[in-house]
């Protein structure tokens, strides 16, 4: 199986910056792309932005210009740069990644299990 752990949650000040980490273990054959979802009270979980093993980027609109992602493959670490944080970005962060431990026979969705982006106005 493969584990996925974020880490770089907390509490900041609107227009302050966090950076996310999430680093996956485990018995890792392969890692494709990963991602970052958020999900705010009351809302559905939204995807944030991913990134592909190729370092190929996409975000939605809300965090563009604000939000970065980047990846260590030898590491199998994702990470989330995010600066001018705004009140909206208040949310659990999620880590994905698609991958496949050596005891799966496809690529599946591996979960992290959130750490908590509190933005205060």
């Known amino acids: 199986q493969v584990q996925l752990v974020e880490s770089g949650g907390g509490l900041v000040h609107a227009g302050g910056s966090l950076r996310l980490s999430c680093a996956a273990s485990?018995?890792?054959?392969?890692?494709?792309?990963m991602g970052w979802y958020r999900q705010a009270p009351g809302k559905e979980r939204e995807l944030v932005a991913v990134i592909a093993s190729g370092g190929t980027t996409n975000y939605i609109d809300s965090v563009k210009g604000r939000f970065t992602i980047s990846r260590d493959n030898a590491k199998n670490t994702v990470f989330l740069q995010m600066n001018s944080l705004k009140p909206e970005d208040t949310a659990v962060y999620y880590c994905?990644?698609?991958?496949?431990?050596?005891?799966?026979?496809?690529?599946?969705?591996?979960w992290g299990k959130g750490t908590l982006v509190t933005v205060s106005s």
């Open positions: 485990g018995s890792i054959a392969s890692i494709n792309a």
């Open positions: 994905k990644a698609n991958g496949r431990s050596y005891s799966d026979v496809y690529v599946k969705a591996y």
